[in-house]
């Protein structure tokens, strides 16, 4: 029996073909790895404002809530005007601010925990020890540097992004990381999230150093320069728990995975399907 040969396809056809198999395709999902997203806006409802004021002077800060909601962590040195009969506020709102006591501290530690006259209706954080952190991991820091503010009259939570750039111990033998995430005065007792909304750390110190500056006037004054970019510290949430456990006071821990995940997400390429979000865009006091 005769055997007939297929002849070879010419451009044409196989130009063809191509186009139906991309047109074919056009209605698949097509699976996308993202870059994992923590949940910001619950961890900005979780920040709050530290207002320490006496009667010639006002210190500002930040914290976090822990608990059932009416305690939070914060820095020593933010509420250090309690030394000169200085009251604390906890701001939650642009013009809601709750009175504040301190029920313990531990200077050496630079950590202390407030509680408020009344609930602050905001989420508490899970807290996340340092044997579930990793060295390079990205790191979160938030809180309420004044600078940030100068633009406008608004006083909102900045959201600053980083890493673990090492683990140190202070001289006061104080476990911290050191991170790169920027942290400026405001930022002081404010959390520091892993990519979970999970806090690994209290914001505590930049590396500053005291510096005479000449202004326009000719006038000399003595002002904190920062000594080296990127080079700032949070004290471990190992460091707060004790302090917790004196207080009575209960506390969220979280079981995270120290390996980097990605969040596979379904895109479409059928055209004018829209995007899909799970993030709200609600400000820092929209519950209030």
């Known amino acids: 029996m005769r055997q007939e ?10 130009k063809v073909i191509a186009i139906l198999l991309m047109l074919g395709g056009a209605f698949l999902p097509v699976v996308v790895d993202a870059e994992r ?49 200085g009251k604390i506020t906890v701001q939650i709102g642009q013009l809601q601010f709750i009175p504040a006591k301190v029920i313990q501290i531990s200077e050496r530690k630079d950590l202390v925990i407030l509680e408020t006259e009344r609930a ?25 540097p004044p600078a940030a ?3 406008s009259e608004d006083v ?15 001289k006061e033998g104080v476990d911290q990381y050191q991170i790169d ?23 505590t110190a930049k590396a500053l150093t005291a510096a005479v500056v000449l202004g326009a006037d000719g006038k000399a004054t003595t002002e904190r320069l920062p000594v080296g970019e990127g080079i700032g510290w949070a004290v471990q949430v190992n460091e707060l728990l004790p302090l917790l456990k004196d207080t009575a006071i209960a506390y969220q821990t979280g079981d995270v995975t120290l390996e980097p995940k990605s969040v596979a997400n379904v895109v479409s390429s059928h055209p004018g399907q829209p995007a899909k979000s799970d993030t709200s865009s609600a400000p820092w006091w929209a519950d209030t």
């Open 5 to 14: 040969l297929r002849k070879p396809q010419s451009v044409v056809e196989r």
């Open 37 to 85: 997203i923590p949940p910001i806006e619950q961890m900005k409802k979780s920040t709050v404002r530290i207002i320490c004021a006496t009667d010639t002077s006002t210190g500002v800060g930040s914290g976090f809530v822990v608990g059932t909601g009416k305690h939070v962590v914060t820095n020593v040195h933010v509420i250090s005007c309690i030394a000169n009969k």
């Open 120 to 144: 602050l209706e905001r989420p508490p954080v899970t807290l996340v020890t340092s044997d579930r952190v990793m060295d390079g991991q990205a790191v979160y820091a938030l809180g309420f």
């Open 149 to 151: 503010q100068m633009r």
């Open 156 to 170: 909102t939570v900045s959201v600053t992004k980083g890493i673990i750039s090492a683990r140190t111990t202070s």
């Open 181 to 203: 995430a920027a942290i400026n005065p405001g930022n002081s007792g404010g959390p520091l999230f892993n990519e979970d909304g999970h806090v690994i750390g209290i914001n």
